[in-house]
């Protein structure tokens, strides 16, 4: 009797695997969540219409159109994006039970898993609106891409990714990959070609073997911050410089970055006390022994979270680690989320700013003819106060115009050929977006 | 089968139903059969061929380069595709076609007819075969693994690359996207699916194709003419009745396939002596509509284009420095003059 019952139980779990979602199945049915985006993708991941995709698919645009598999046409508006790890959140307007995909953990993702891209490379897909599946295996995790070392300043770190040899070329950018449960688990993003180095023609950008994706767990990390409209702002430690490691000496015998006597100890983070000879073995409790990594893992540090390096104190050998609040990425890369959050803002000044490499002000760079600022504010002036508070940064400036009416009468405070000078300067209502 | 194992099972009449309820389930189940290894079906190297021409007059080589051929019937006809009839976009100069067997036996090939909608061109040699493909409609669904076969240029092997079906109806409906790794050794090789059944052809593959649309050898982007419009050409083929491509009209405009806030299709600039230049379109414009046709973006000005006719007439309406203007394009050009 337990023989036949348990035979019995087995057949009928049996058919449940089978008369459950075929493969054929899933795939078309992930293909439905799948969103046609200019020249690159999107996955929606809820029913009222958001939808993830990349910072640089985007642009710079802020509504635009897109478009379901099988070709229908909806609006679309940014909600928040962040560029240094390319990742945007959009909402499809007036959206009612659209089909979904659920989110998955990359965590649980092992080498070797089955992994499924759906894309649309070279707009092969333009002709029925039909999108590019493609298949392959998870080939290493935990990958990081930046342009730190060729720039000195990243302006941009693709993070915490998922290595696929799943085929992904130009057109699978901000695309989703699954996992065969048809969970989401990364967004792809990037290749590294074979082909492509600088100089060559867009052309030669394609698939050698090695794509990759943004993992869905960091992605996560950031999911709250992008659906309430945040500015997300990443780690970096600016001041600091390490020694080059040389095989005549004995650095090349040591673990860790060598913090150098170049360090101009008076920038770093406050409670971040190194001194030149210290070695830098970890950070968040993650090894490092070489600069990009150090750089990837302190810019995945989100300013919200405290940053802990640890050091081996270089005349006692003893480990010591630092918890502080971390420095705000301030270049390059945040004038696009800043350009963002200027266009979110009612109120209208007229002036296009720089930082300056000094953190004293933000400069201006140029003054819009017929603007609030035509004819009070000159191009060359170094703004250090608005609306009563200190300005540093072009970040600054934005934190604080955020929150500043159209009509409402503000004082600048800048300088102007090395003379403080102050202003009062109403602003007017922000009509172009 | 390997799902299960075949024992000795004691027990009444209950038992055994339900053992035969579960061999013959695991008999069909498609998850077991996901990724069997297929036997038999034109897996040996004779049911393929080499394919080349012995080029005319002075040329820096006498010979261009092999691709594969199918043979596709007991009195000799040969399937292969038009890469090497064409270079940059000309057609080559031949005194021969000549087909090398697997064993490198050497045959002068009947030229019969090609079809460039669909990338194929049929050929005969004089001599009898006891194996050839024969293909087969199937019911092919995005995400079913393929296997593209193809002969080894120096030996009488196969090699075989593995993927899946990317798309079903790409090249106006007649050709599946696949993304196992093609290449030009795989030109002409056959795709077949998990079965063993021939499902279509290695095709659209070329140095211009990849120069102009970006897909290289082994990209993971790769195409295979389908059994259904394989079957249908042949037809025509047979009969010696070449099928020419439907033209698709050049504009001739280059821009941004990234979207922005504009609502339109923004130009970046405009190739000379074609039908954008003629009708005065200049870099910066924003066509917003295409005869009928609401522009919203650059990709829907693309598909606009490639849908109308050959030598249509089309009124264009374009924001030019914030000004709408009209401007009258002739669609004279085809694509293939300019792109290959």
Known sequence: ?433 | MGCIQFTNVRGGFFTHTILVIFIYITLTCSICSADSNQTGKFNTSDYYVRVFLKLKGEQETQFSKKINGLIISNDGYILTTNFIFFVRGKEVEYENILVELDNFKTLNAEYIARDEKNDLVLLKVDSSFNKFVTFKNTDTKIGDTVIVTSLWLNTPTVNKTKGIISAIDRMRGCAYQIDAKVDFASIGGLVTDNDGNAIGIVSFLSEERAQSFGWGMNSGVGFATKAKCIIKSLNELKKGKNISAEPTPFLGVQGDPGISDILGAKIKSVVPNTPAHKAGLKGGDIIVKFGEKTITEWVELIYAVSQTPLNSKIKLEVIRKDKKIQLELFLDKKRDEFVK
């Not at chain 1, 560029?83 to 307007?93: N, V």
């Not at chain 1, 891409?145 to 941009?156: N, V």
């Not at chain 1, 001194?275 to 970890?282: L, V």
């Not at chain 1, 993650?286 to 600069?291: E, Y």
Request: proline fraction near 3%.
């Open chain 1, 1 to 433: 009797m337990k023989r036949r019952s348990l035979l019995l139980l087995t057949t009928i779990i049996y058919c449940n695997i089978l008369l459950g979602e075929s493969y054929s199945e899933l795939i078309e049915r992930l293909e439905k969540s799948y969103l046609f985006i200019g020249g690159g993708s999107g996955v929606i991941i809820s029913s009222d219409g958001y939808a993830l995709t990349n910072a640089h698919v985007v642009g710079e645009a802020r509504k635009f159109v897109v478009r379901l598999t099988g070709g229908k046409t909806v609006y679309a508006d940014l909600i928040n994006i962040d560029p240094t790890a390319d990742i945007a959140l959009i909402k499809i307007k007036n959206a009612k039970d659209l089909p979904f995909v659920q989110l998955g953990n990359s965590n649980k993702v092992k080498v070797g898993n089955v992994v499924i891209a759906i894309g649309n490379p070279y707009l092969l897909g333009v002709e029925d609106f039909s999108p590019t599946v493609t298949k392959g295996i998870i080939s290493a995790k935990h990958i990081y891409i930046s342009d730190i070392l060729e720039t000195g300043t990243p302006s941009f770190a693709h993070i915490d990714m998922l290595q696929i040899d799943a085929p992904i070329n130009p057109g699978n950018s901000g695309g989703p990959l699954f996992n065969l449960r048809g969970e989401l688990i990364g967004i792809n993003s990037s290749l590294r070609s074979r082909w492509a180095f600088e100089g060559v023609e867009r052309n030669y950008r394609f698939n050698t073997g090695t794509g990759y994706a943004i993992s869905i767990d960091y992605i996560k990390k950031l999911l709250p911050k992008l659906y309430s409209q945040e500015l997300i702002t990443h780690c970096f430690i600016s001041g600091i410089q390490f020694e080059r490691p040389d095989s005549t000496s004995l650095l090349f015998f040591q673990n860790g970055l060598i913090v150098s006597n170049r360090t101009q100890v008076e920038r770093l983070p406050e409670g971040f006390n190194v001194e030149a000879g210290d070695a830098i073995i970890k950070v968040n409790g993650k090894i490092v022994n070489n600069l990009r990594t150090f750089y990837h893992y302190v810019i995945e540090t989100l300013t919200t979270e405290k940053l802990s390096i640890t050091v081996r104190k270089k005349n006692t050998y003893k480990t010591k680690t630092y918890t502080f609040n971390c420095q705000p990425y301030r270049r390059a890369v945040s004038l696009e989320s800043n350009k963002f959050y200027i266009d979110m803002k009612q109120a209208f000044l007229g002036v296009i700013l720089e930082d300056v490499d000094d953190l004293i002000g933000v400069k201006v760079t140029k003054v819009t003819p017929e603007s609030p600022a035509a004819g009070k504010l000159e191009e060359g002036d170094i703004i250090i106060e608005l609306d009563g508070k200190q300005i540093l940064s072009e970040l600054d400036f934005n934190r604080i115009f955020q929150f500043l009416k159209p009509g409402q009468k503000v004082k600048i405070k800048l300088i102007r050929n090395n003379q403080n000078i102050e202003l009062d300067i109403t602003l007017a209502k922000r009509t172009a977006y």
